[in-house]
């Protein structure tokens, strides 16, 4: 069945936005601030992330216009590597996103709960059921269709961009914020060099990247995006520069307000610029910007992930039932429902679940260097096509090369500060490898 083509160019920016500002921005700065110790390693952290992201942009761009199909994501290692490979890590994206959307969501419940619910009834019952619902809401919203998904999605994303921007004017509140002057300490207490500050930048990145990562899924919706070739390239290059600019101006308004030697403690840093603007209100303003990242960032996991799995089912890496669309509103009805039944599910687990989480950190960036590598495979494949019609990255290929080296050395810096959590994402992966295999010789 041919599907319509629905995303514009400004839906498709959206969706970019919302793949990648998820509860990161509020969390990962405490983190990063911790593992630099001094603001100019701090800041310069956020700039090569952003600068590697805009590689990583330019990349998929071409991919997306030179493979603009549904579940794209799947398809290129299916295309490029082979099935198997396809499967195994789509499974853990799958897994891994239903996973933070079941977590992000009990974290917004626990927000929202104190601001709509009495104290009686602030208790683990009614954050789940909060969560549930969240997330049940969003799944009827994807069962009208694609485009009611994505006028959702514009509204969530444009409110979420809002609440950032009001955050960012928390410096026009600021008196005089006492800090004392931040040191950088090698861990053997000896005088730092060039091998203390790169091992603390390598750590820096490890959370810097997963701030900006979630992007490439765009290509997830190659098959629905009108003139995709033109349209997919530039939707990853408006979102990713909306969310650098972002990403880079809040970073700074944290230190500003908060204090370098603060931010590395803090326990809710978004809280605090809130306060700054809004006094005591400052909690539930807070509140509510976090429960509109939460409806963001789980709409958006409705709409791409199950392309993935229809891209799956296609290929018969899945039942062939997960490629089904309703003919009427064009929905991967059970791909959807699936997804959603797998998030609810892992609600209830969430707090195990975070240990598996860490282990797939590895995998991912494993697989965000290796879905780039595919544009070397791509233009030997896709040659044949007019330049003119579809987007090629500038500098070719240096760009590609230096976001692959990027997310090879975060993978190394995971593997150097936790060996175990990456053997094991390593273990996940040939798991996935095995069931694959298994699964066709069963079907012989």
Same mark, same amino acid.
């Given at each position: ?5 629905? $995303?514009?160019?400004?839906?498709? *920016? ?19 601030? /911790?593992? /630099? ?15 590697? #992201? ?54 917004? /419940?626990?927000?929202? *709960? ?22 049940? @809401? ?34 026009? =509140?600021? %008196? ?9 300490? #090698? ?21 810097? *990247? ?24 530039? #939707? ?18 944290? @230190? ?7 931010? +590395? ?12 603007? =809004?006094?005591?209100? %400052?909690?539930? &303003? ?7 990242? @939460? ?8 709409? *791409? ?35 959603? &039944? ?14 598996? $989480?860490?282990?797939?950190?590895? $995998?991912?960036?494993?697989?965000? /260097?290796?879905?780039? #590598?595919?544009? =070397?495979?791509?233009? +030997? ?21 230096? =976001? ?26 040939? %798991? ?9 010789? $069963?079907?012989?």
């Amino acid at each position: 069945m041919q599907q319509k083509k629905q $995303l514009s160019l400004f839906d498709l *920016s959206m969706i970019v936005v919302s793949l990648v500002i998820g509860m990161g921005v509020f969390r990962t700065p405490v983190n990063v601030a /911790a593992k /630099a110790q001094i603001p100019e390693l701090f800041y310069l952290a956020w700039f090569i992330g952003g600068f590697v #992201a805009f590689c990583g942009a330019l990349t998929y761009a071409e991919i997306g216009s030179r493979f603009p199909v549904t579940g794209g994501y799947y398809k290129i290692f299916s295309a490029a590597y082979h099935p198997s490979i396809a499967f195994a890590i789509n499974c853990i994206v799958i897994i891994s996103s239903a996973a933070s959307v079941a977590a992000i969501s009990i974290i917004g /419940a626990e927000y929202l *709960s104190k601001i709509i619910l009495p104290p009686a009834m602030q208790n683990e019952t009614y954050r789940v059921a909060i969560a549930i619902t969240t997330i049940l @809401v969003f799944y009827f919203i994807n069962l009208l269709g694609l485009k009611a998904s994505s006028k959702t999605q514009n509204v969530l994303t444009i409110i979420k961009i809002g609440m950032i921007l009001t955050l960012i004017c928390a410096i026009f =509140f600021v %008196g005089n914020t006492q800090t004392t002057t931040p040191v950088f300490k #090698a861990i053997n207490g000896t005088s730092p060099n060039w091998t203390n500050y790169g091992k603390a930048l390598g750590l820096c990145l490890i959370a810097v *990247s997963f701030s900006y990562a979630g992007y490439a899924q765009t290509i997830n919706f190659g098959g629905e995006v009108r003139e995709a070739k033109k349209v997919i390239p530039r #939707a990853i290059i408006i979102g990713l520069t909306i969310i650098v600019i972002l990403y880079l101006a809040i970073n700074y308004i944290y @230190v500003q307000v908060i204090g370098f030697e603060e931010l +590395k403690s803090a326990e809710s840093i978004a809280a605090i610029l809130a306060a700054k603007i =809004f006094g005591p209100a %400052g909690f539930n &303003v807070l509140s509510i910007i976090i429960f509109f990242s @939460v409806m963001g960032y789980v709409n958006v996991n409705l709409l *791409s992930n199950p392309r993935a799995m229809f891209a799956m089912g296609e290929e018969g890496a899945l039942p062939r039932i997960f490629s089904r669309m309703n003919k009427k509103t064009e929905v991967i009805t059970l791909s959807l429902s699936v997804f959603t &039944v797998v998030a609810v599910v892992i609600i209830f687990y969430a707090k195990t679940f975070d240990k598996i $989480l860490n282990y797939t950190i590895f $995998l991912e960036s494993i697989s965000m /260097a290796s879905s780039a #590598a595919t544009i =070397f495979i791509l233009r +030997k494949r896709t040659a044949h096509l007019d330049k003119k019609t579809i987007y090629t990255v500038p500098l070719y290929p240096i760009l590609p090369i230096i =976001f692959i080296a990027a997310y090879t050395f975060v993978a190394l810096s995971i593997y150097a500060d936790d060996p175990d959590a990456a053997l094991n994402g390593l273990y996940i992966f040939i %798991g996935f490898l095995a069931i694959y295999f298994v699964s066709r010789w $069963l079907k012989k």
